[in-house]
């Protein structure tokens, strides 16, 4: 990999596509020095979701101090790094002007490369930032509030998306389904706190996972969020109360059965037996048990990484930044963002 012969291979990553300003610096795209998380979680908390402009602005705010102590716990300076990565897609657009902006400044002042990654494939990259790491080829499932797709990897530069939600993402649901149930932002982590209390065999929820004759394995999630709202409002009309704590058990382990499902038949149809876990709702316990589960009694080998690499960071966005650098791959001034893939 020439950029990094002869150095560390030190990159700066940005990821600055929703509500984390983040920064971290990564040597030779496995190695972690550092990183910084600004969150924004409590900000936009009052409002039970995320304001794109209250984002935005946020990140104008937090992003130098973020990198001035990203570099500073990595011990390195400018003149040390190969180059810089920086999401610019999908995402919210005026929180990713603001990475991508400040990316540029940096790649100009120090006369150095920068990419342009994409934030969806950066997710499948935490899992090479920890041991044991994944060879290709392997089946990625990235799940997270805005996406929930199934991808087979051949290696760095072929991946081929073969299932993703045709409506509101994994993540997104749990978003949905805890504000039904009172429960606050964000979500996910709420549904999971809460889970471990109730019964996961409460409800016989809808399976969110389509059938497809054309081999793909996507899934419609707005069709479950639905049936627990019905289910509230039956359970209403009828004076009857409801068992929050199960609401958020059964729920919780529909959809965890449903993603492991179609992981794991993907995988066997595909002729893959490793599986990469990525993505916010990789976080959640009921997720990972079942993979892990699913793994123990058959054949397949599965890549979770540490919670604190599942949800948004700079890391997975240096690690992925890294490939395109050491191939001597270099993004220009004019480059945009885009709110899609």
């Given at each position: 990999?020439?950029?990094?012969?002869?150095?560390?291979?030190?990159?700066?990553?940005?990821?600055?596509?929703?509500?984390?300003?983040?920064?971290?610096?990564?040597?030779?795209?496995?190695?972690?020095?550092?990183?910084?998380?600004?969150?924004?979680?409590?900000?936009?908390?009052?409002?039970?979701?995320?304001?794109?402009?209250?984002?935005?602005?946020?990140?104008?705010?937090?992003?130098?101090?973020?990198?001035?102590?990203?570099?500073?716990?990595?011990?390195?300076?400018?003149?040390?790094?190969?180059?810089?990565?920086?999401?610019?897609?999908?995402?919210?657009?005026?929180?990713?002007?603001?990475?991508?902006?400040?990316?540029?400044?940096?790649?100009?002042?120090?006369?150095?490369?920068?990419?342009?990654?994409?934030?969806?494939?950066?997710?499948?990259?935490?899992?090479?930032?920890?041991?044991?790491?994944?060879?290709?080829?392997?089946?990625?499932?990235?799940?997270?509030?805005?996406?929930?797709?199934?991808?087979?990897?051949?290696?760095?530069?072929?991946?081929?998306?073969?299932?993703?939600?045709?409506?509101?993402?994994?993540?997104?649901?749990?978003?949905?389904?805890?504000?039904?149930?009172?429960?606050?932002?964000?979500?996910?982590?709420?549904?999971?706190?809460?889970?471990?209390?109730?019964?996961?065999?409460a409800v016989d929820w809808p399976d969110p996972r389509l059938d497809d004759a054309q081999g793909r394995f996507d899934f419609s999630f707005s069709g479950l969020k639905t049936a627990v709202l019905y289910h509230l409002k039956r359970q209403e009309a009828l004076g009857r109360g409801v068992?929050?704590?199960?609401?958020?058990?059964?729920?919780?382990?529909?959809?965890?059965?449903?993603?492991?499902?179609?992981?794991?038949?993907?995988?066997?149809?595909?002729?893959?037996?490793?599986?990469?876990?990525?993505?916010?709702?990789?976080?959640?316990?009921?997720?990972?048990?079942?993979?892990?589960?699913?793994?123990?009694?058959?054949?397949?080998?599965?890549?979770?990484?540490?919670?604190?690499?599942?949800?948004?960071?700079?890391?997975?966005?240096?690690?992925?930044?890294?490939?395109?650098?050491?191939?001597?791959?270099?993004?220009?001034?004019?480059?945009?963002?885009?709110?899609?893939?």
């Open positions: 990999m020439a950029c990094a012969a002869g150095s560390r291979g030190l990159v700066l990553g940005i990821e600055t596509s929703c509500d984390e300003t983040a920064v971290a610096v990564v040597g030779r795209g496995t190695e972690q020095l550092s990183g910084v998380v600004a969150s924004q979680v409590e900000l936009h908390a009052k409002y039970g979701g995320i304001v794109p402009e209250v984002a935005s602005r946020r990140h104008v705010e937090a992003i130098v101090p973020a990198a001035v102590e990203a570099l500073d716990r990595a011990g390195v300076s400018g003149r040390d790094l190969v180059g810089l990565a920086v999401t610019n897609r999908p995402g919210l657009v005026g929180s990713l002007m603001v990475g991508l902006a400040f990316a540029k400044s940096l790649a100009f002042a120090w006369d150095l490369p920068f990419v342009a990654v994409d934030h969806v494939l950066a997710h499948v990259y935490a899992s090479f930032l920890v041991e044991p790491r994944p060879r290709f080829p392997f089946l990625a499932l990235v799940v997270s509030g805005g996406h929930t797709d199934l991808l087979v990897f051949e290696n760095h530069d072929e991946h081929r998306v073969i299932g993703q939600t045709r409506d509101d993402a994994a993540g997104e649901a749990f978003d949905k389904v805890a504000r039904l149930l009172g429960l606050g932002y964000p979500g996910g982590p709420a549904v999971d706190r809460l889970a471990p209390k109730g019964r996961p065999d068992c929050v704590p199960d609401i958020a058990a059964s729920f919780q382990a529909r959809v965890a059965a449903s993603l492991a499902g179609a992981a794991f038949a993907a995988a066997k149809e595909h002729g893959l037996t490793r599986i990469v876990i990525a993505g916010g709702v990789a976080a959640n316990s009921g997720l990972r048990r079942e993979m892990v589960d699913r793994a123990a009694r058959g054949g397949v080998q599965v890549f979770i990484p540490p919670i604190w690499l599942c949800t948004d960071n700079a890391a997975m966005v240096a690690a992925a930044g890294y490939v395109r650098l050491a191939r001597g791959e270099r993004d220009d001034l004019g480059t945009s963002v885009f709110s899609h893939s």
